[in-house]
């Protein structure tokens, strides 16, 4: 059974920081690429950051420069470290993991940015 797990949502004010994680079980993680998604409501869910098996990166302009996302394949874990964040940052984050030919996703973990 596949599982991607999220946690490390919550909320925060302008300018501070969160670090989501998300844990994977089922799948051959090291040959997965992994991303954070991000969604509102009445929004399409939009890519945040990606880290391929090979350990590229590539972020939306949006957060260039403020996300980091990491991978540590010993322990199946895919992390976004989120500093100076805005509240147009406020979302539900999803953490997804796919190869060619399958994906899946994590449930979701709200970030909300607020004073």
């Known amino acids: 059974q596949v599982q991607l797990v999220e946690s490390g949502g919550g909320l925060v004010q302008p300018g501070g920081s969160l670090r989501l994680s998300c844990v994977a079980s089922?799948?051959?993680?090291?040959?997965?690429?992994m991303g954070w998604y991000r969604q509102t409501p009445g929004k399409q869910r939009e890519l945040v950051a990606v880290?391929?098996?090979?350990?590229?990166?590539n972020y939306a302009d949006s957060v260039k420069g403020r996300f980091t996302i990491s991978r540590d394949n010993a322990k199946r874990t895919v992390d976004l470290q989120m500093n100076s964040l805005k509240p147009e940052d406020t979302a539900v984050y999803y953490c997804?993991?796919?190869?060619?030919?399958?994906?899946?996703w994590g449930q979701g973990t709200q970030v909300t940015v607020s004073s």
């Open positions: 089922g799948i051959i993680f090291r040959s997965y690429n």
């Open positions: 997804n993991g796919r190869t060619l030919t399958l994906g899946f």
């Open positions: 880290i391929t098996s090979g350990g590229s990166t």
